[in-house]
C-alpha cells in the first residue's frame, strides 16, 4: 500500500502514532487488493473546532473517504470496522459506475 502522510499531520506526534498504528489494519482490511490501494492521511478541524484524521483511499476503481476522530483511530476494533466499511463503499461504488457503462452499452446496442 502506497502510504502518504501530509505535512499537517505528520507534525502531530500524537496523530502520526495514531496514523501509523492503524495503517496495518487498514491493509488487513483491505486484504490482497492493498498493494493497488494508495492511502492519504490528513488532519483537519471539523464544525466543533476539534482534529480529525481524514483518510482518502484510492485505486483503479475509485476512491472512497472518512473522518475519523483520534480516540476511533485509538480503538482497533472501532478503527477495523470504520475500514472494512470505508473499503467496502469503495467497491460499491465502482459496481455502481461499472453497471451504469454496461447498461449504457446494452442501451446503444440496442438502438
Not at 12 to 31: C, D, K
Not at 39 to 57: C, F, K, M, S
Not at 59 to 70: F, H, T, V
Request: proline share 5%; hydrophobic share 40%.
Amino acid at each position: 500500500m502506497e502510504t502518504v502522510m501530509e505535512p499537517d499531520l505528520a507534525k502531530a506526534p500524537e496523530l502520526r502514532a495514531a496514523v501509523s498504528a492503524a495503517t496495518p489494519l487498514l491493509m488487513h482490511a483491505i486484504g490482497e487488493s492493498a498493494n493497488r490501494v494508495k492511502a492519504e492521511w490528513d488532519r483537519r478541524i471539523d464544525e466543533q473546532g476539534r482534529p480529525v484524521i481524514h483518510l482518502t483511499i484510492s485505486e483503479q476503481r475509485g476512491k472512497a473517504q472518512i473522518d475519523l476522530s483520534p480516540e476511533e483511530l485509538a480503538n482497533a476494533e472501532k478503527a477495523q470496522w470504520r475500514f472494512y466499511r470505508l473499503w467496502s463503499d469503495l467497491l460499491e461504488n465502482a459496481l455502481s459506475q461499472r453497471l451504469k457503462t454496461l447498461r449504457a452499452i446494452g442501451d446503444a446496442q440496442e438502438n
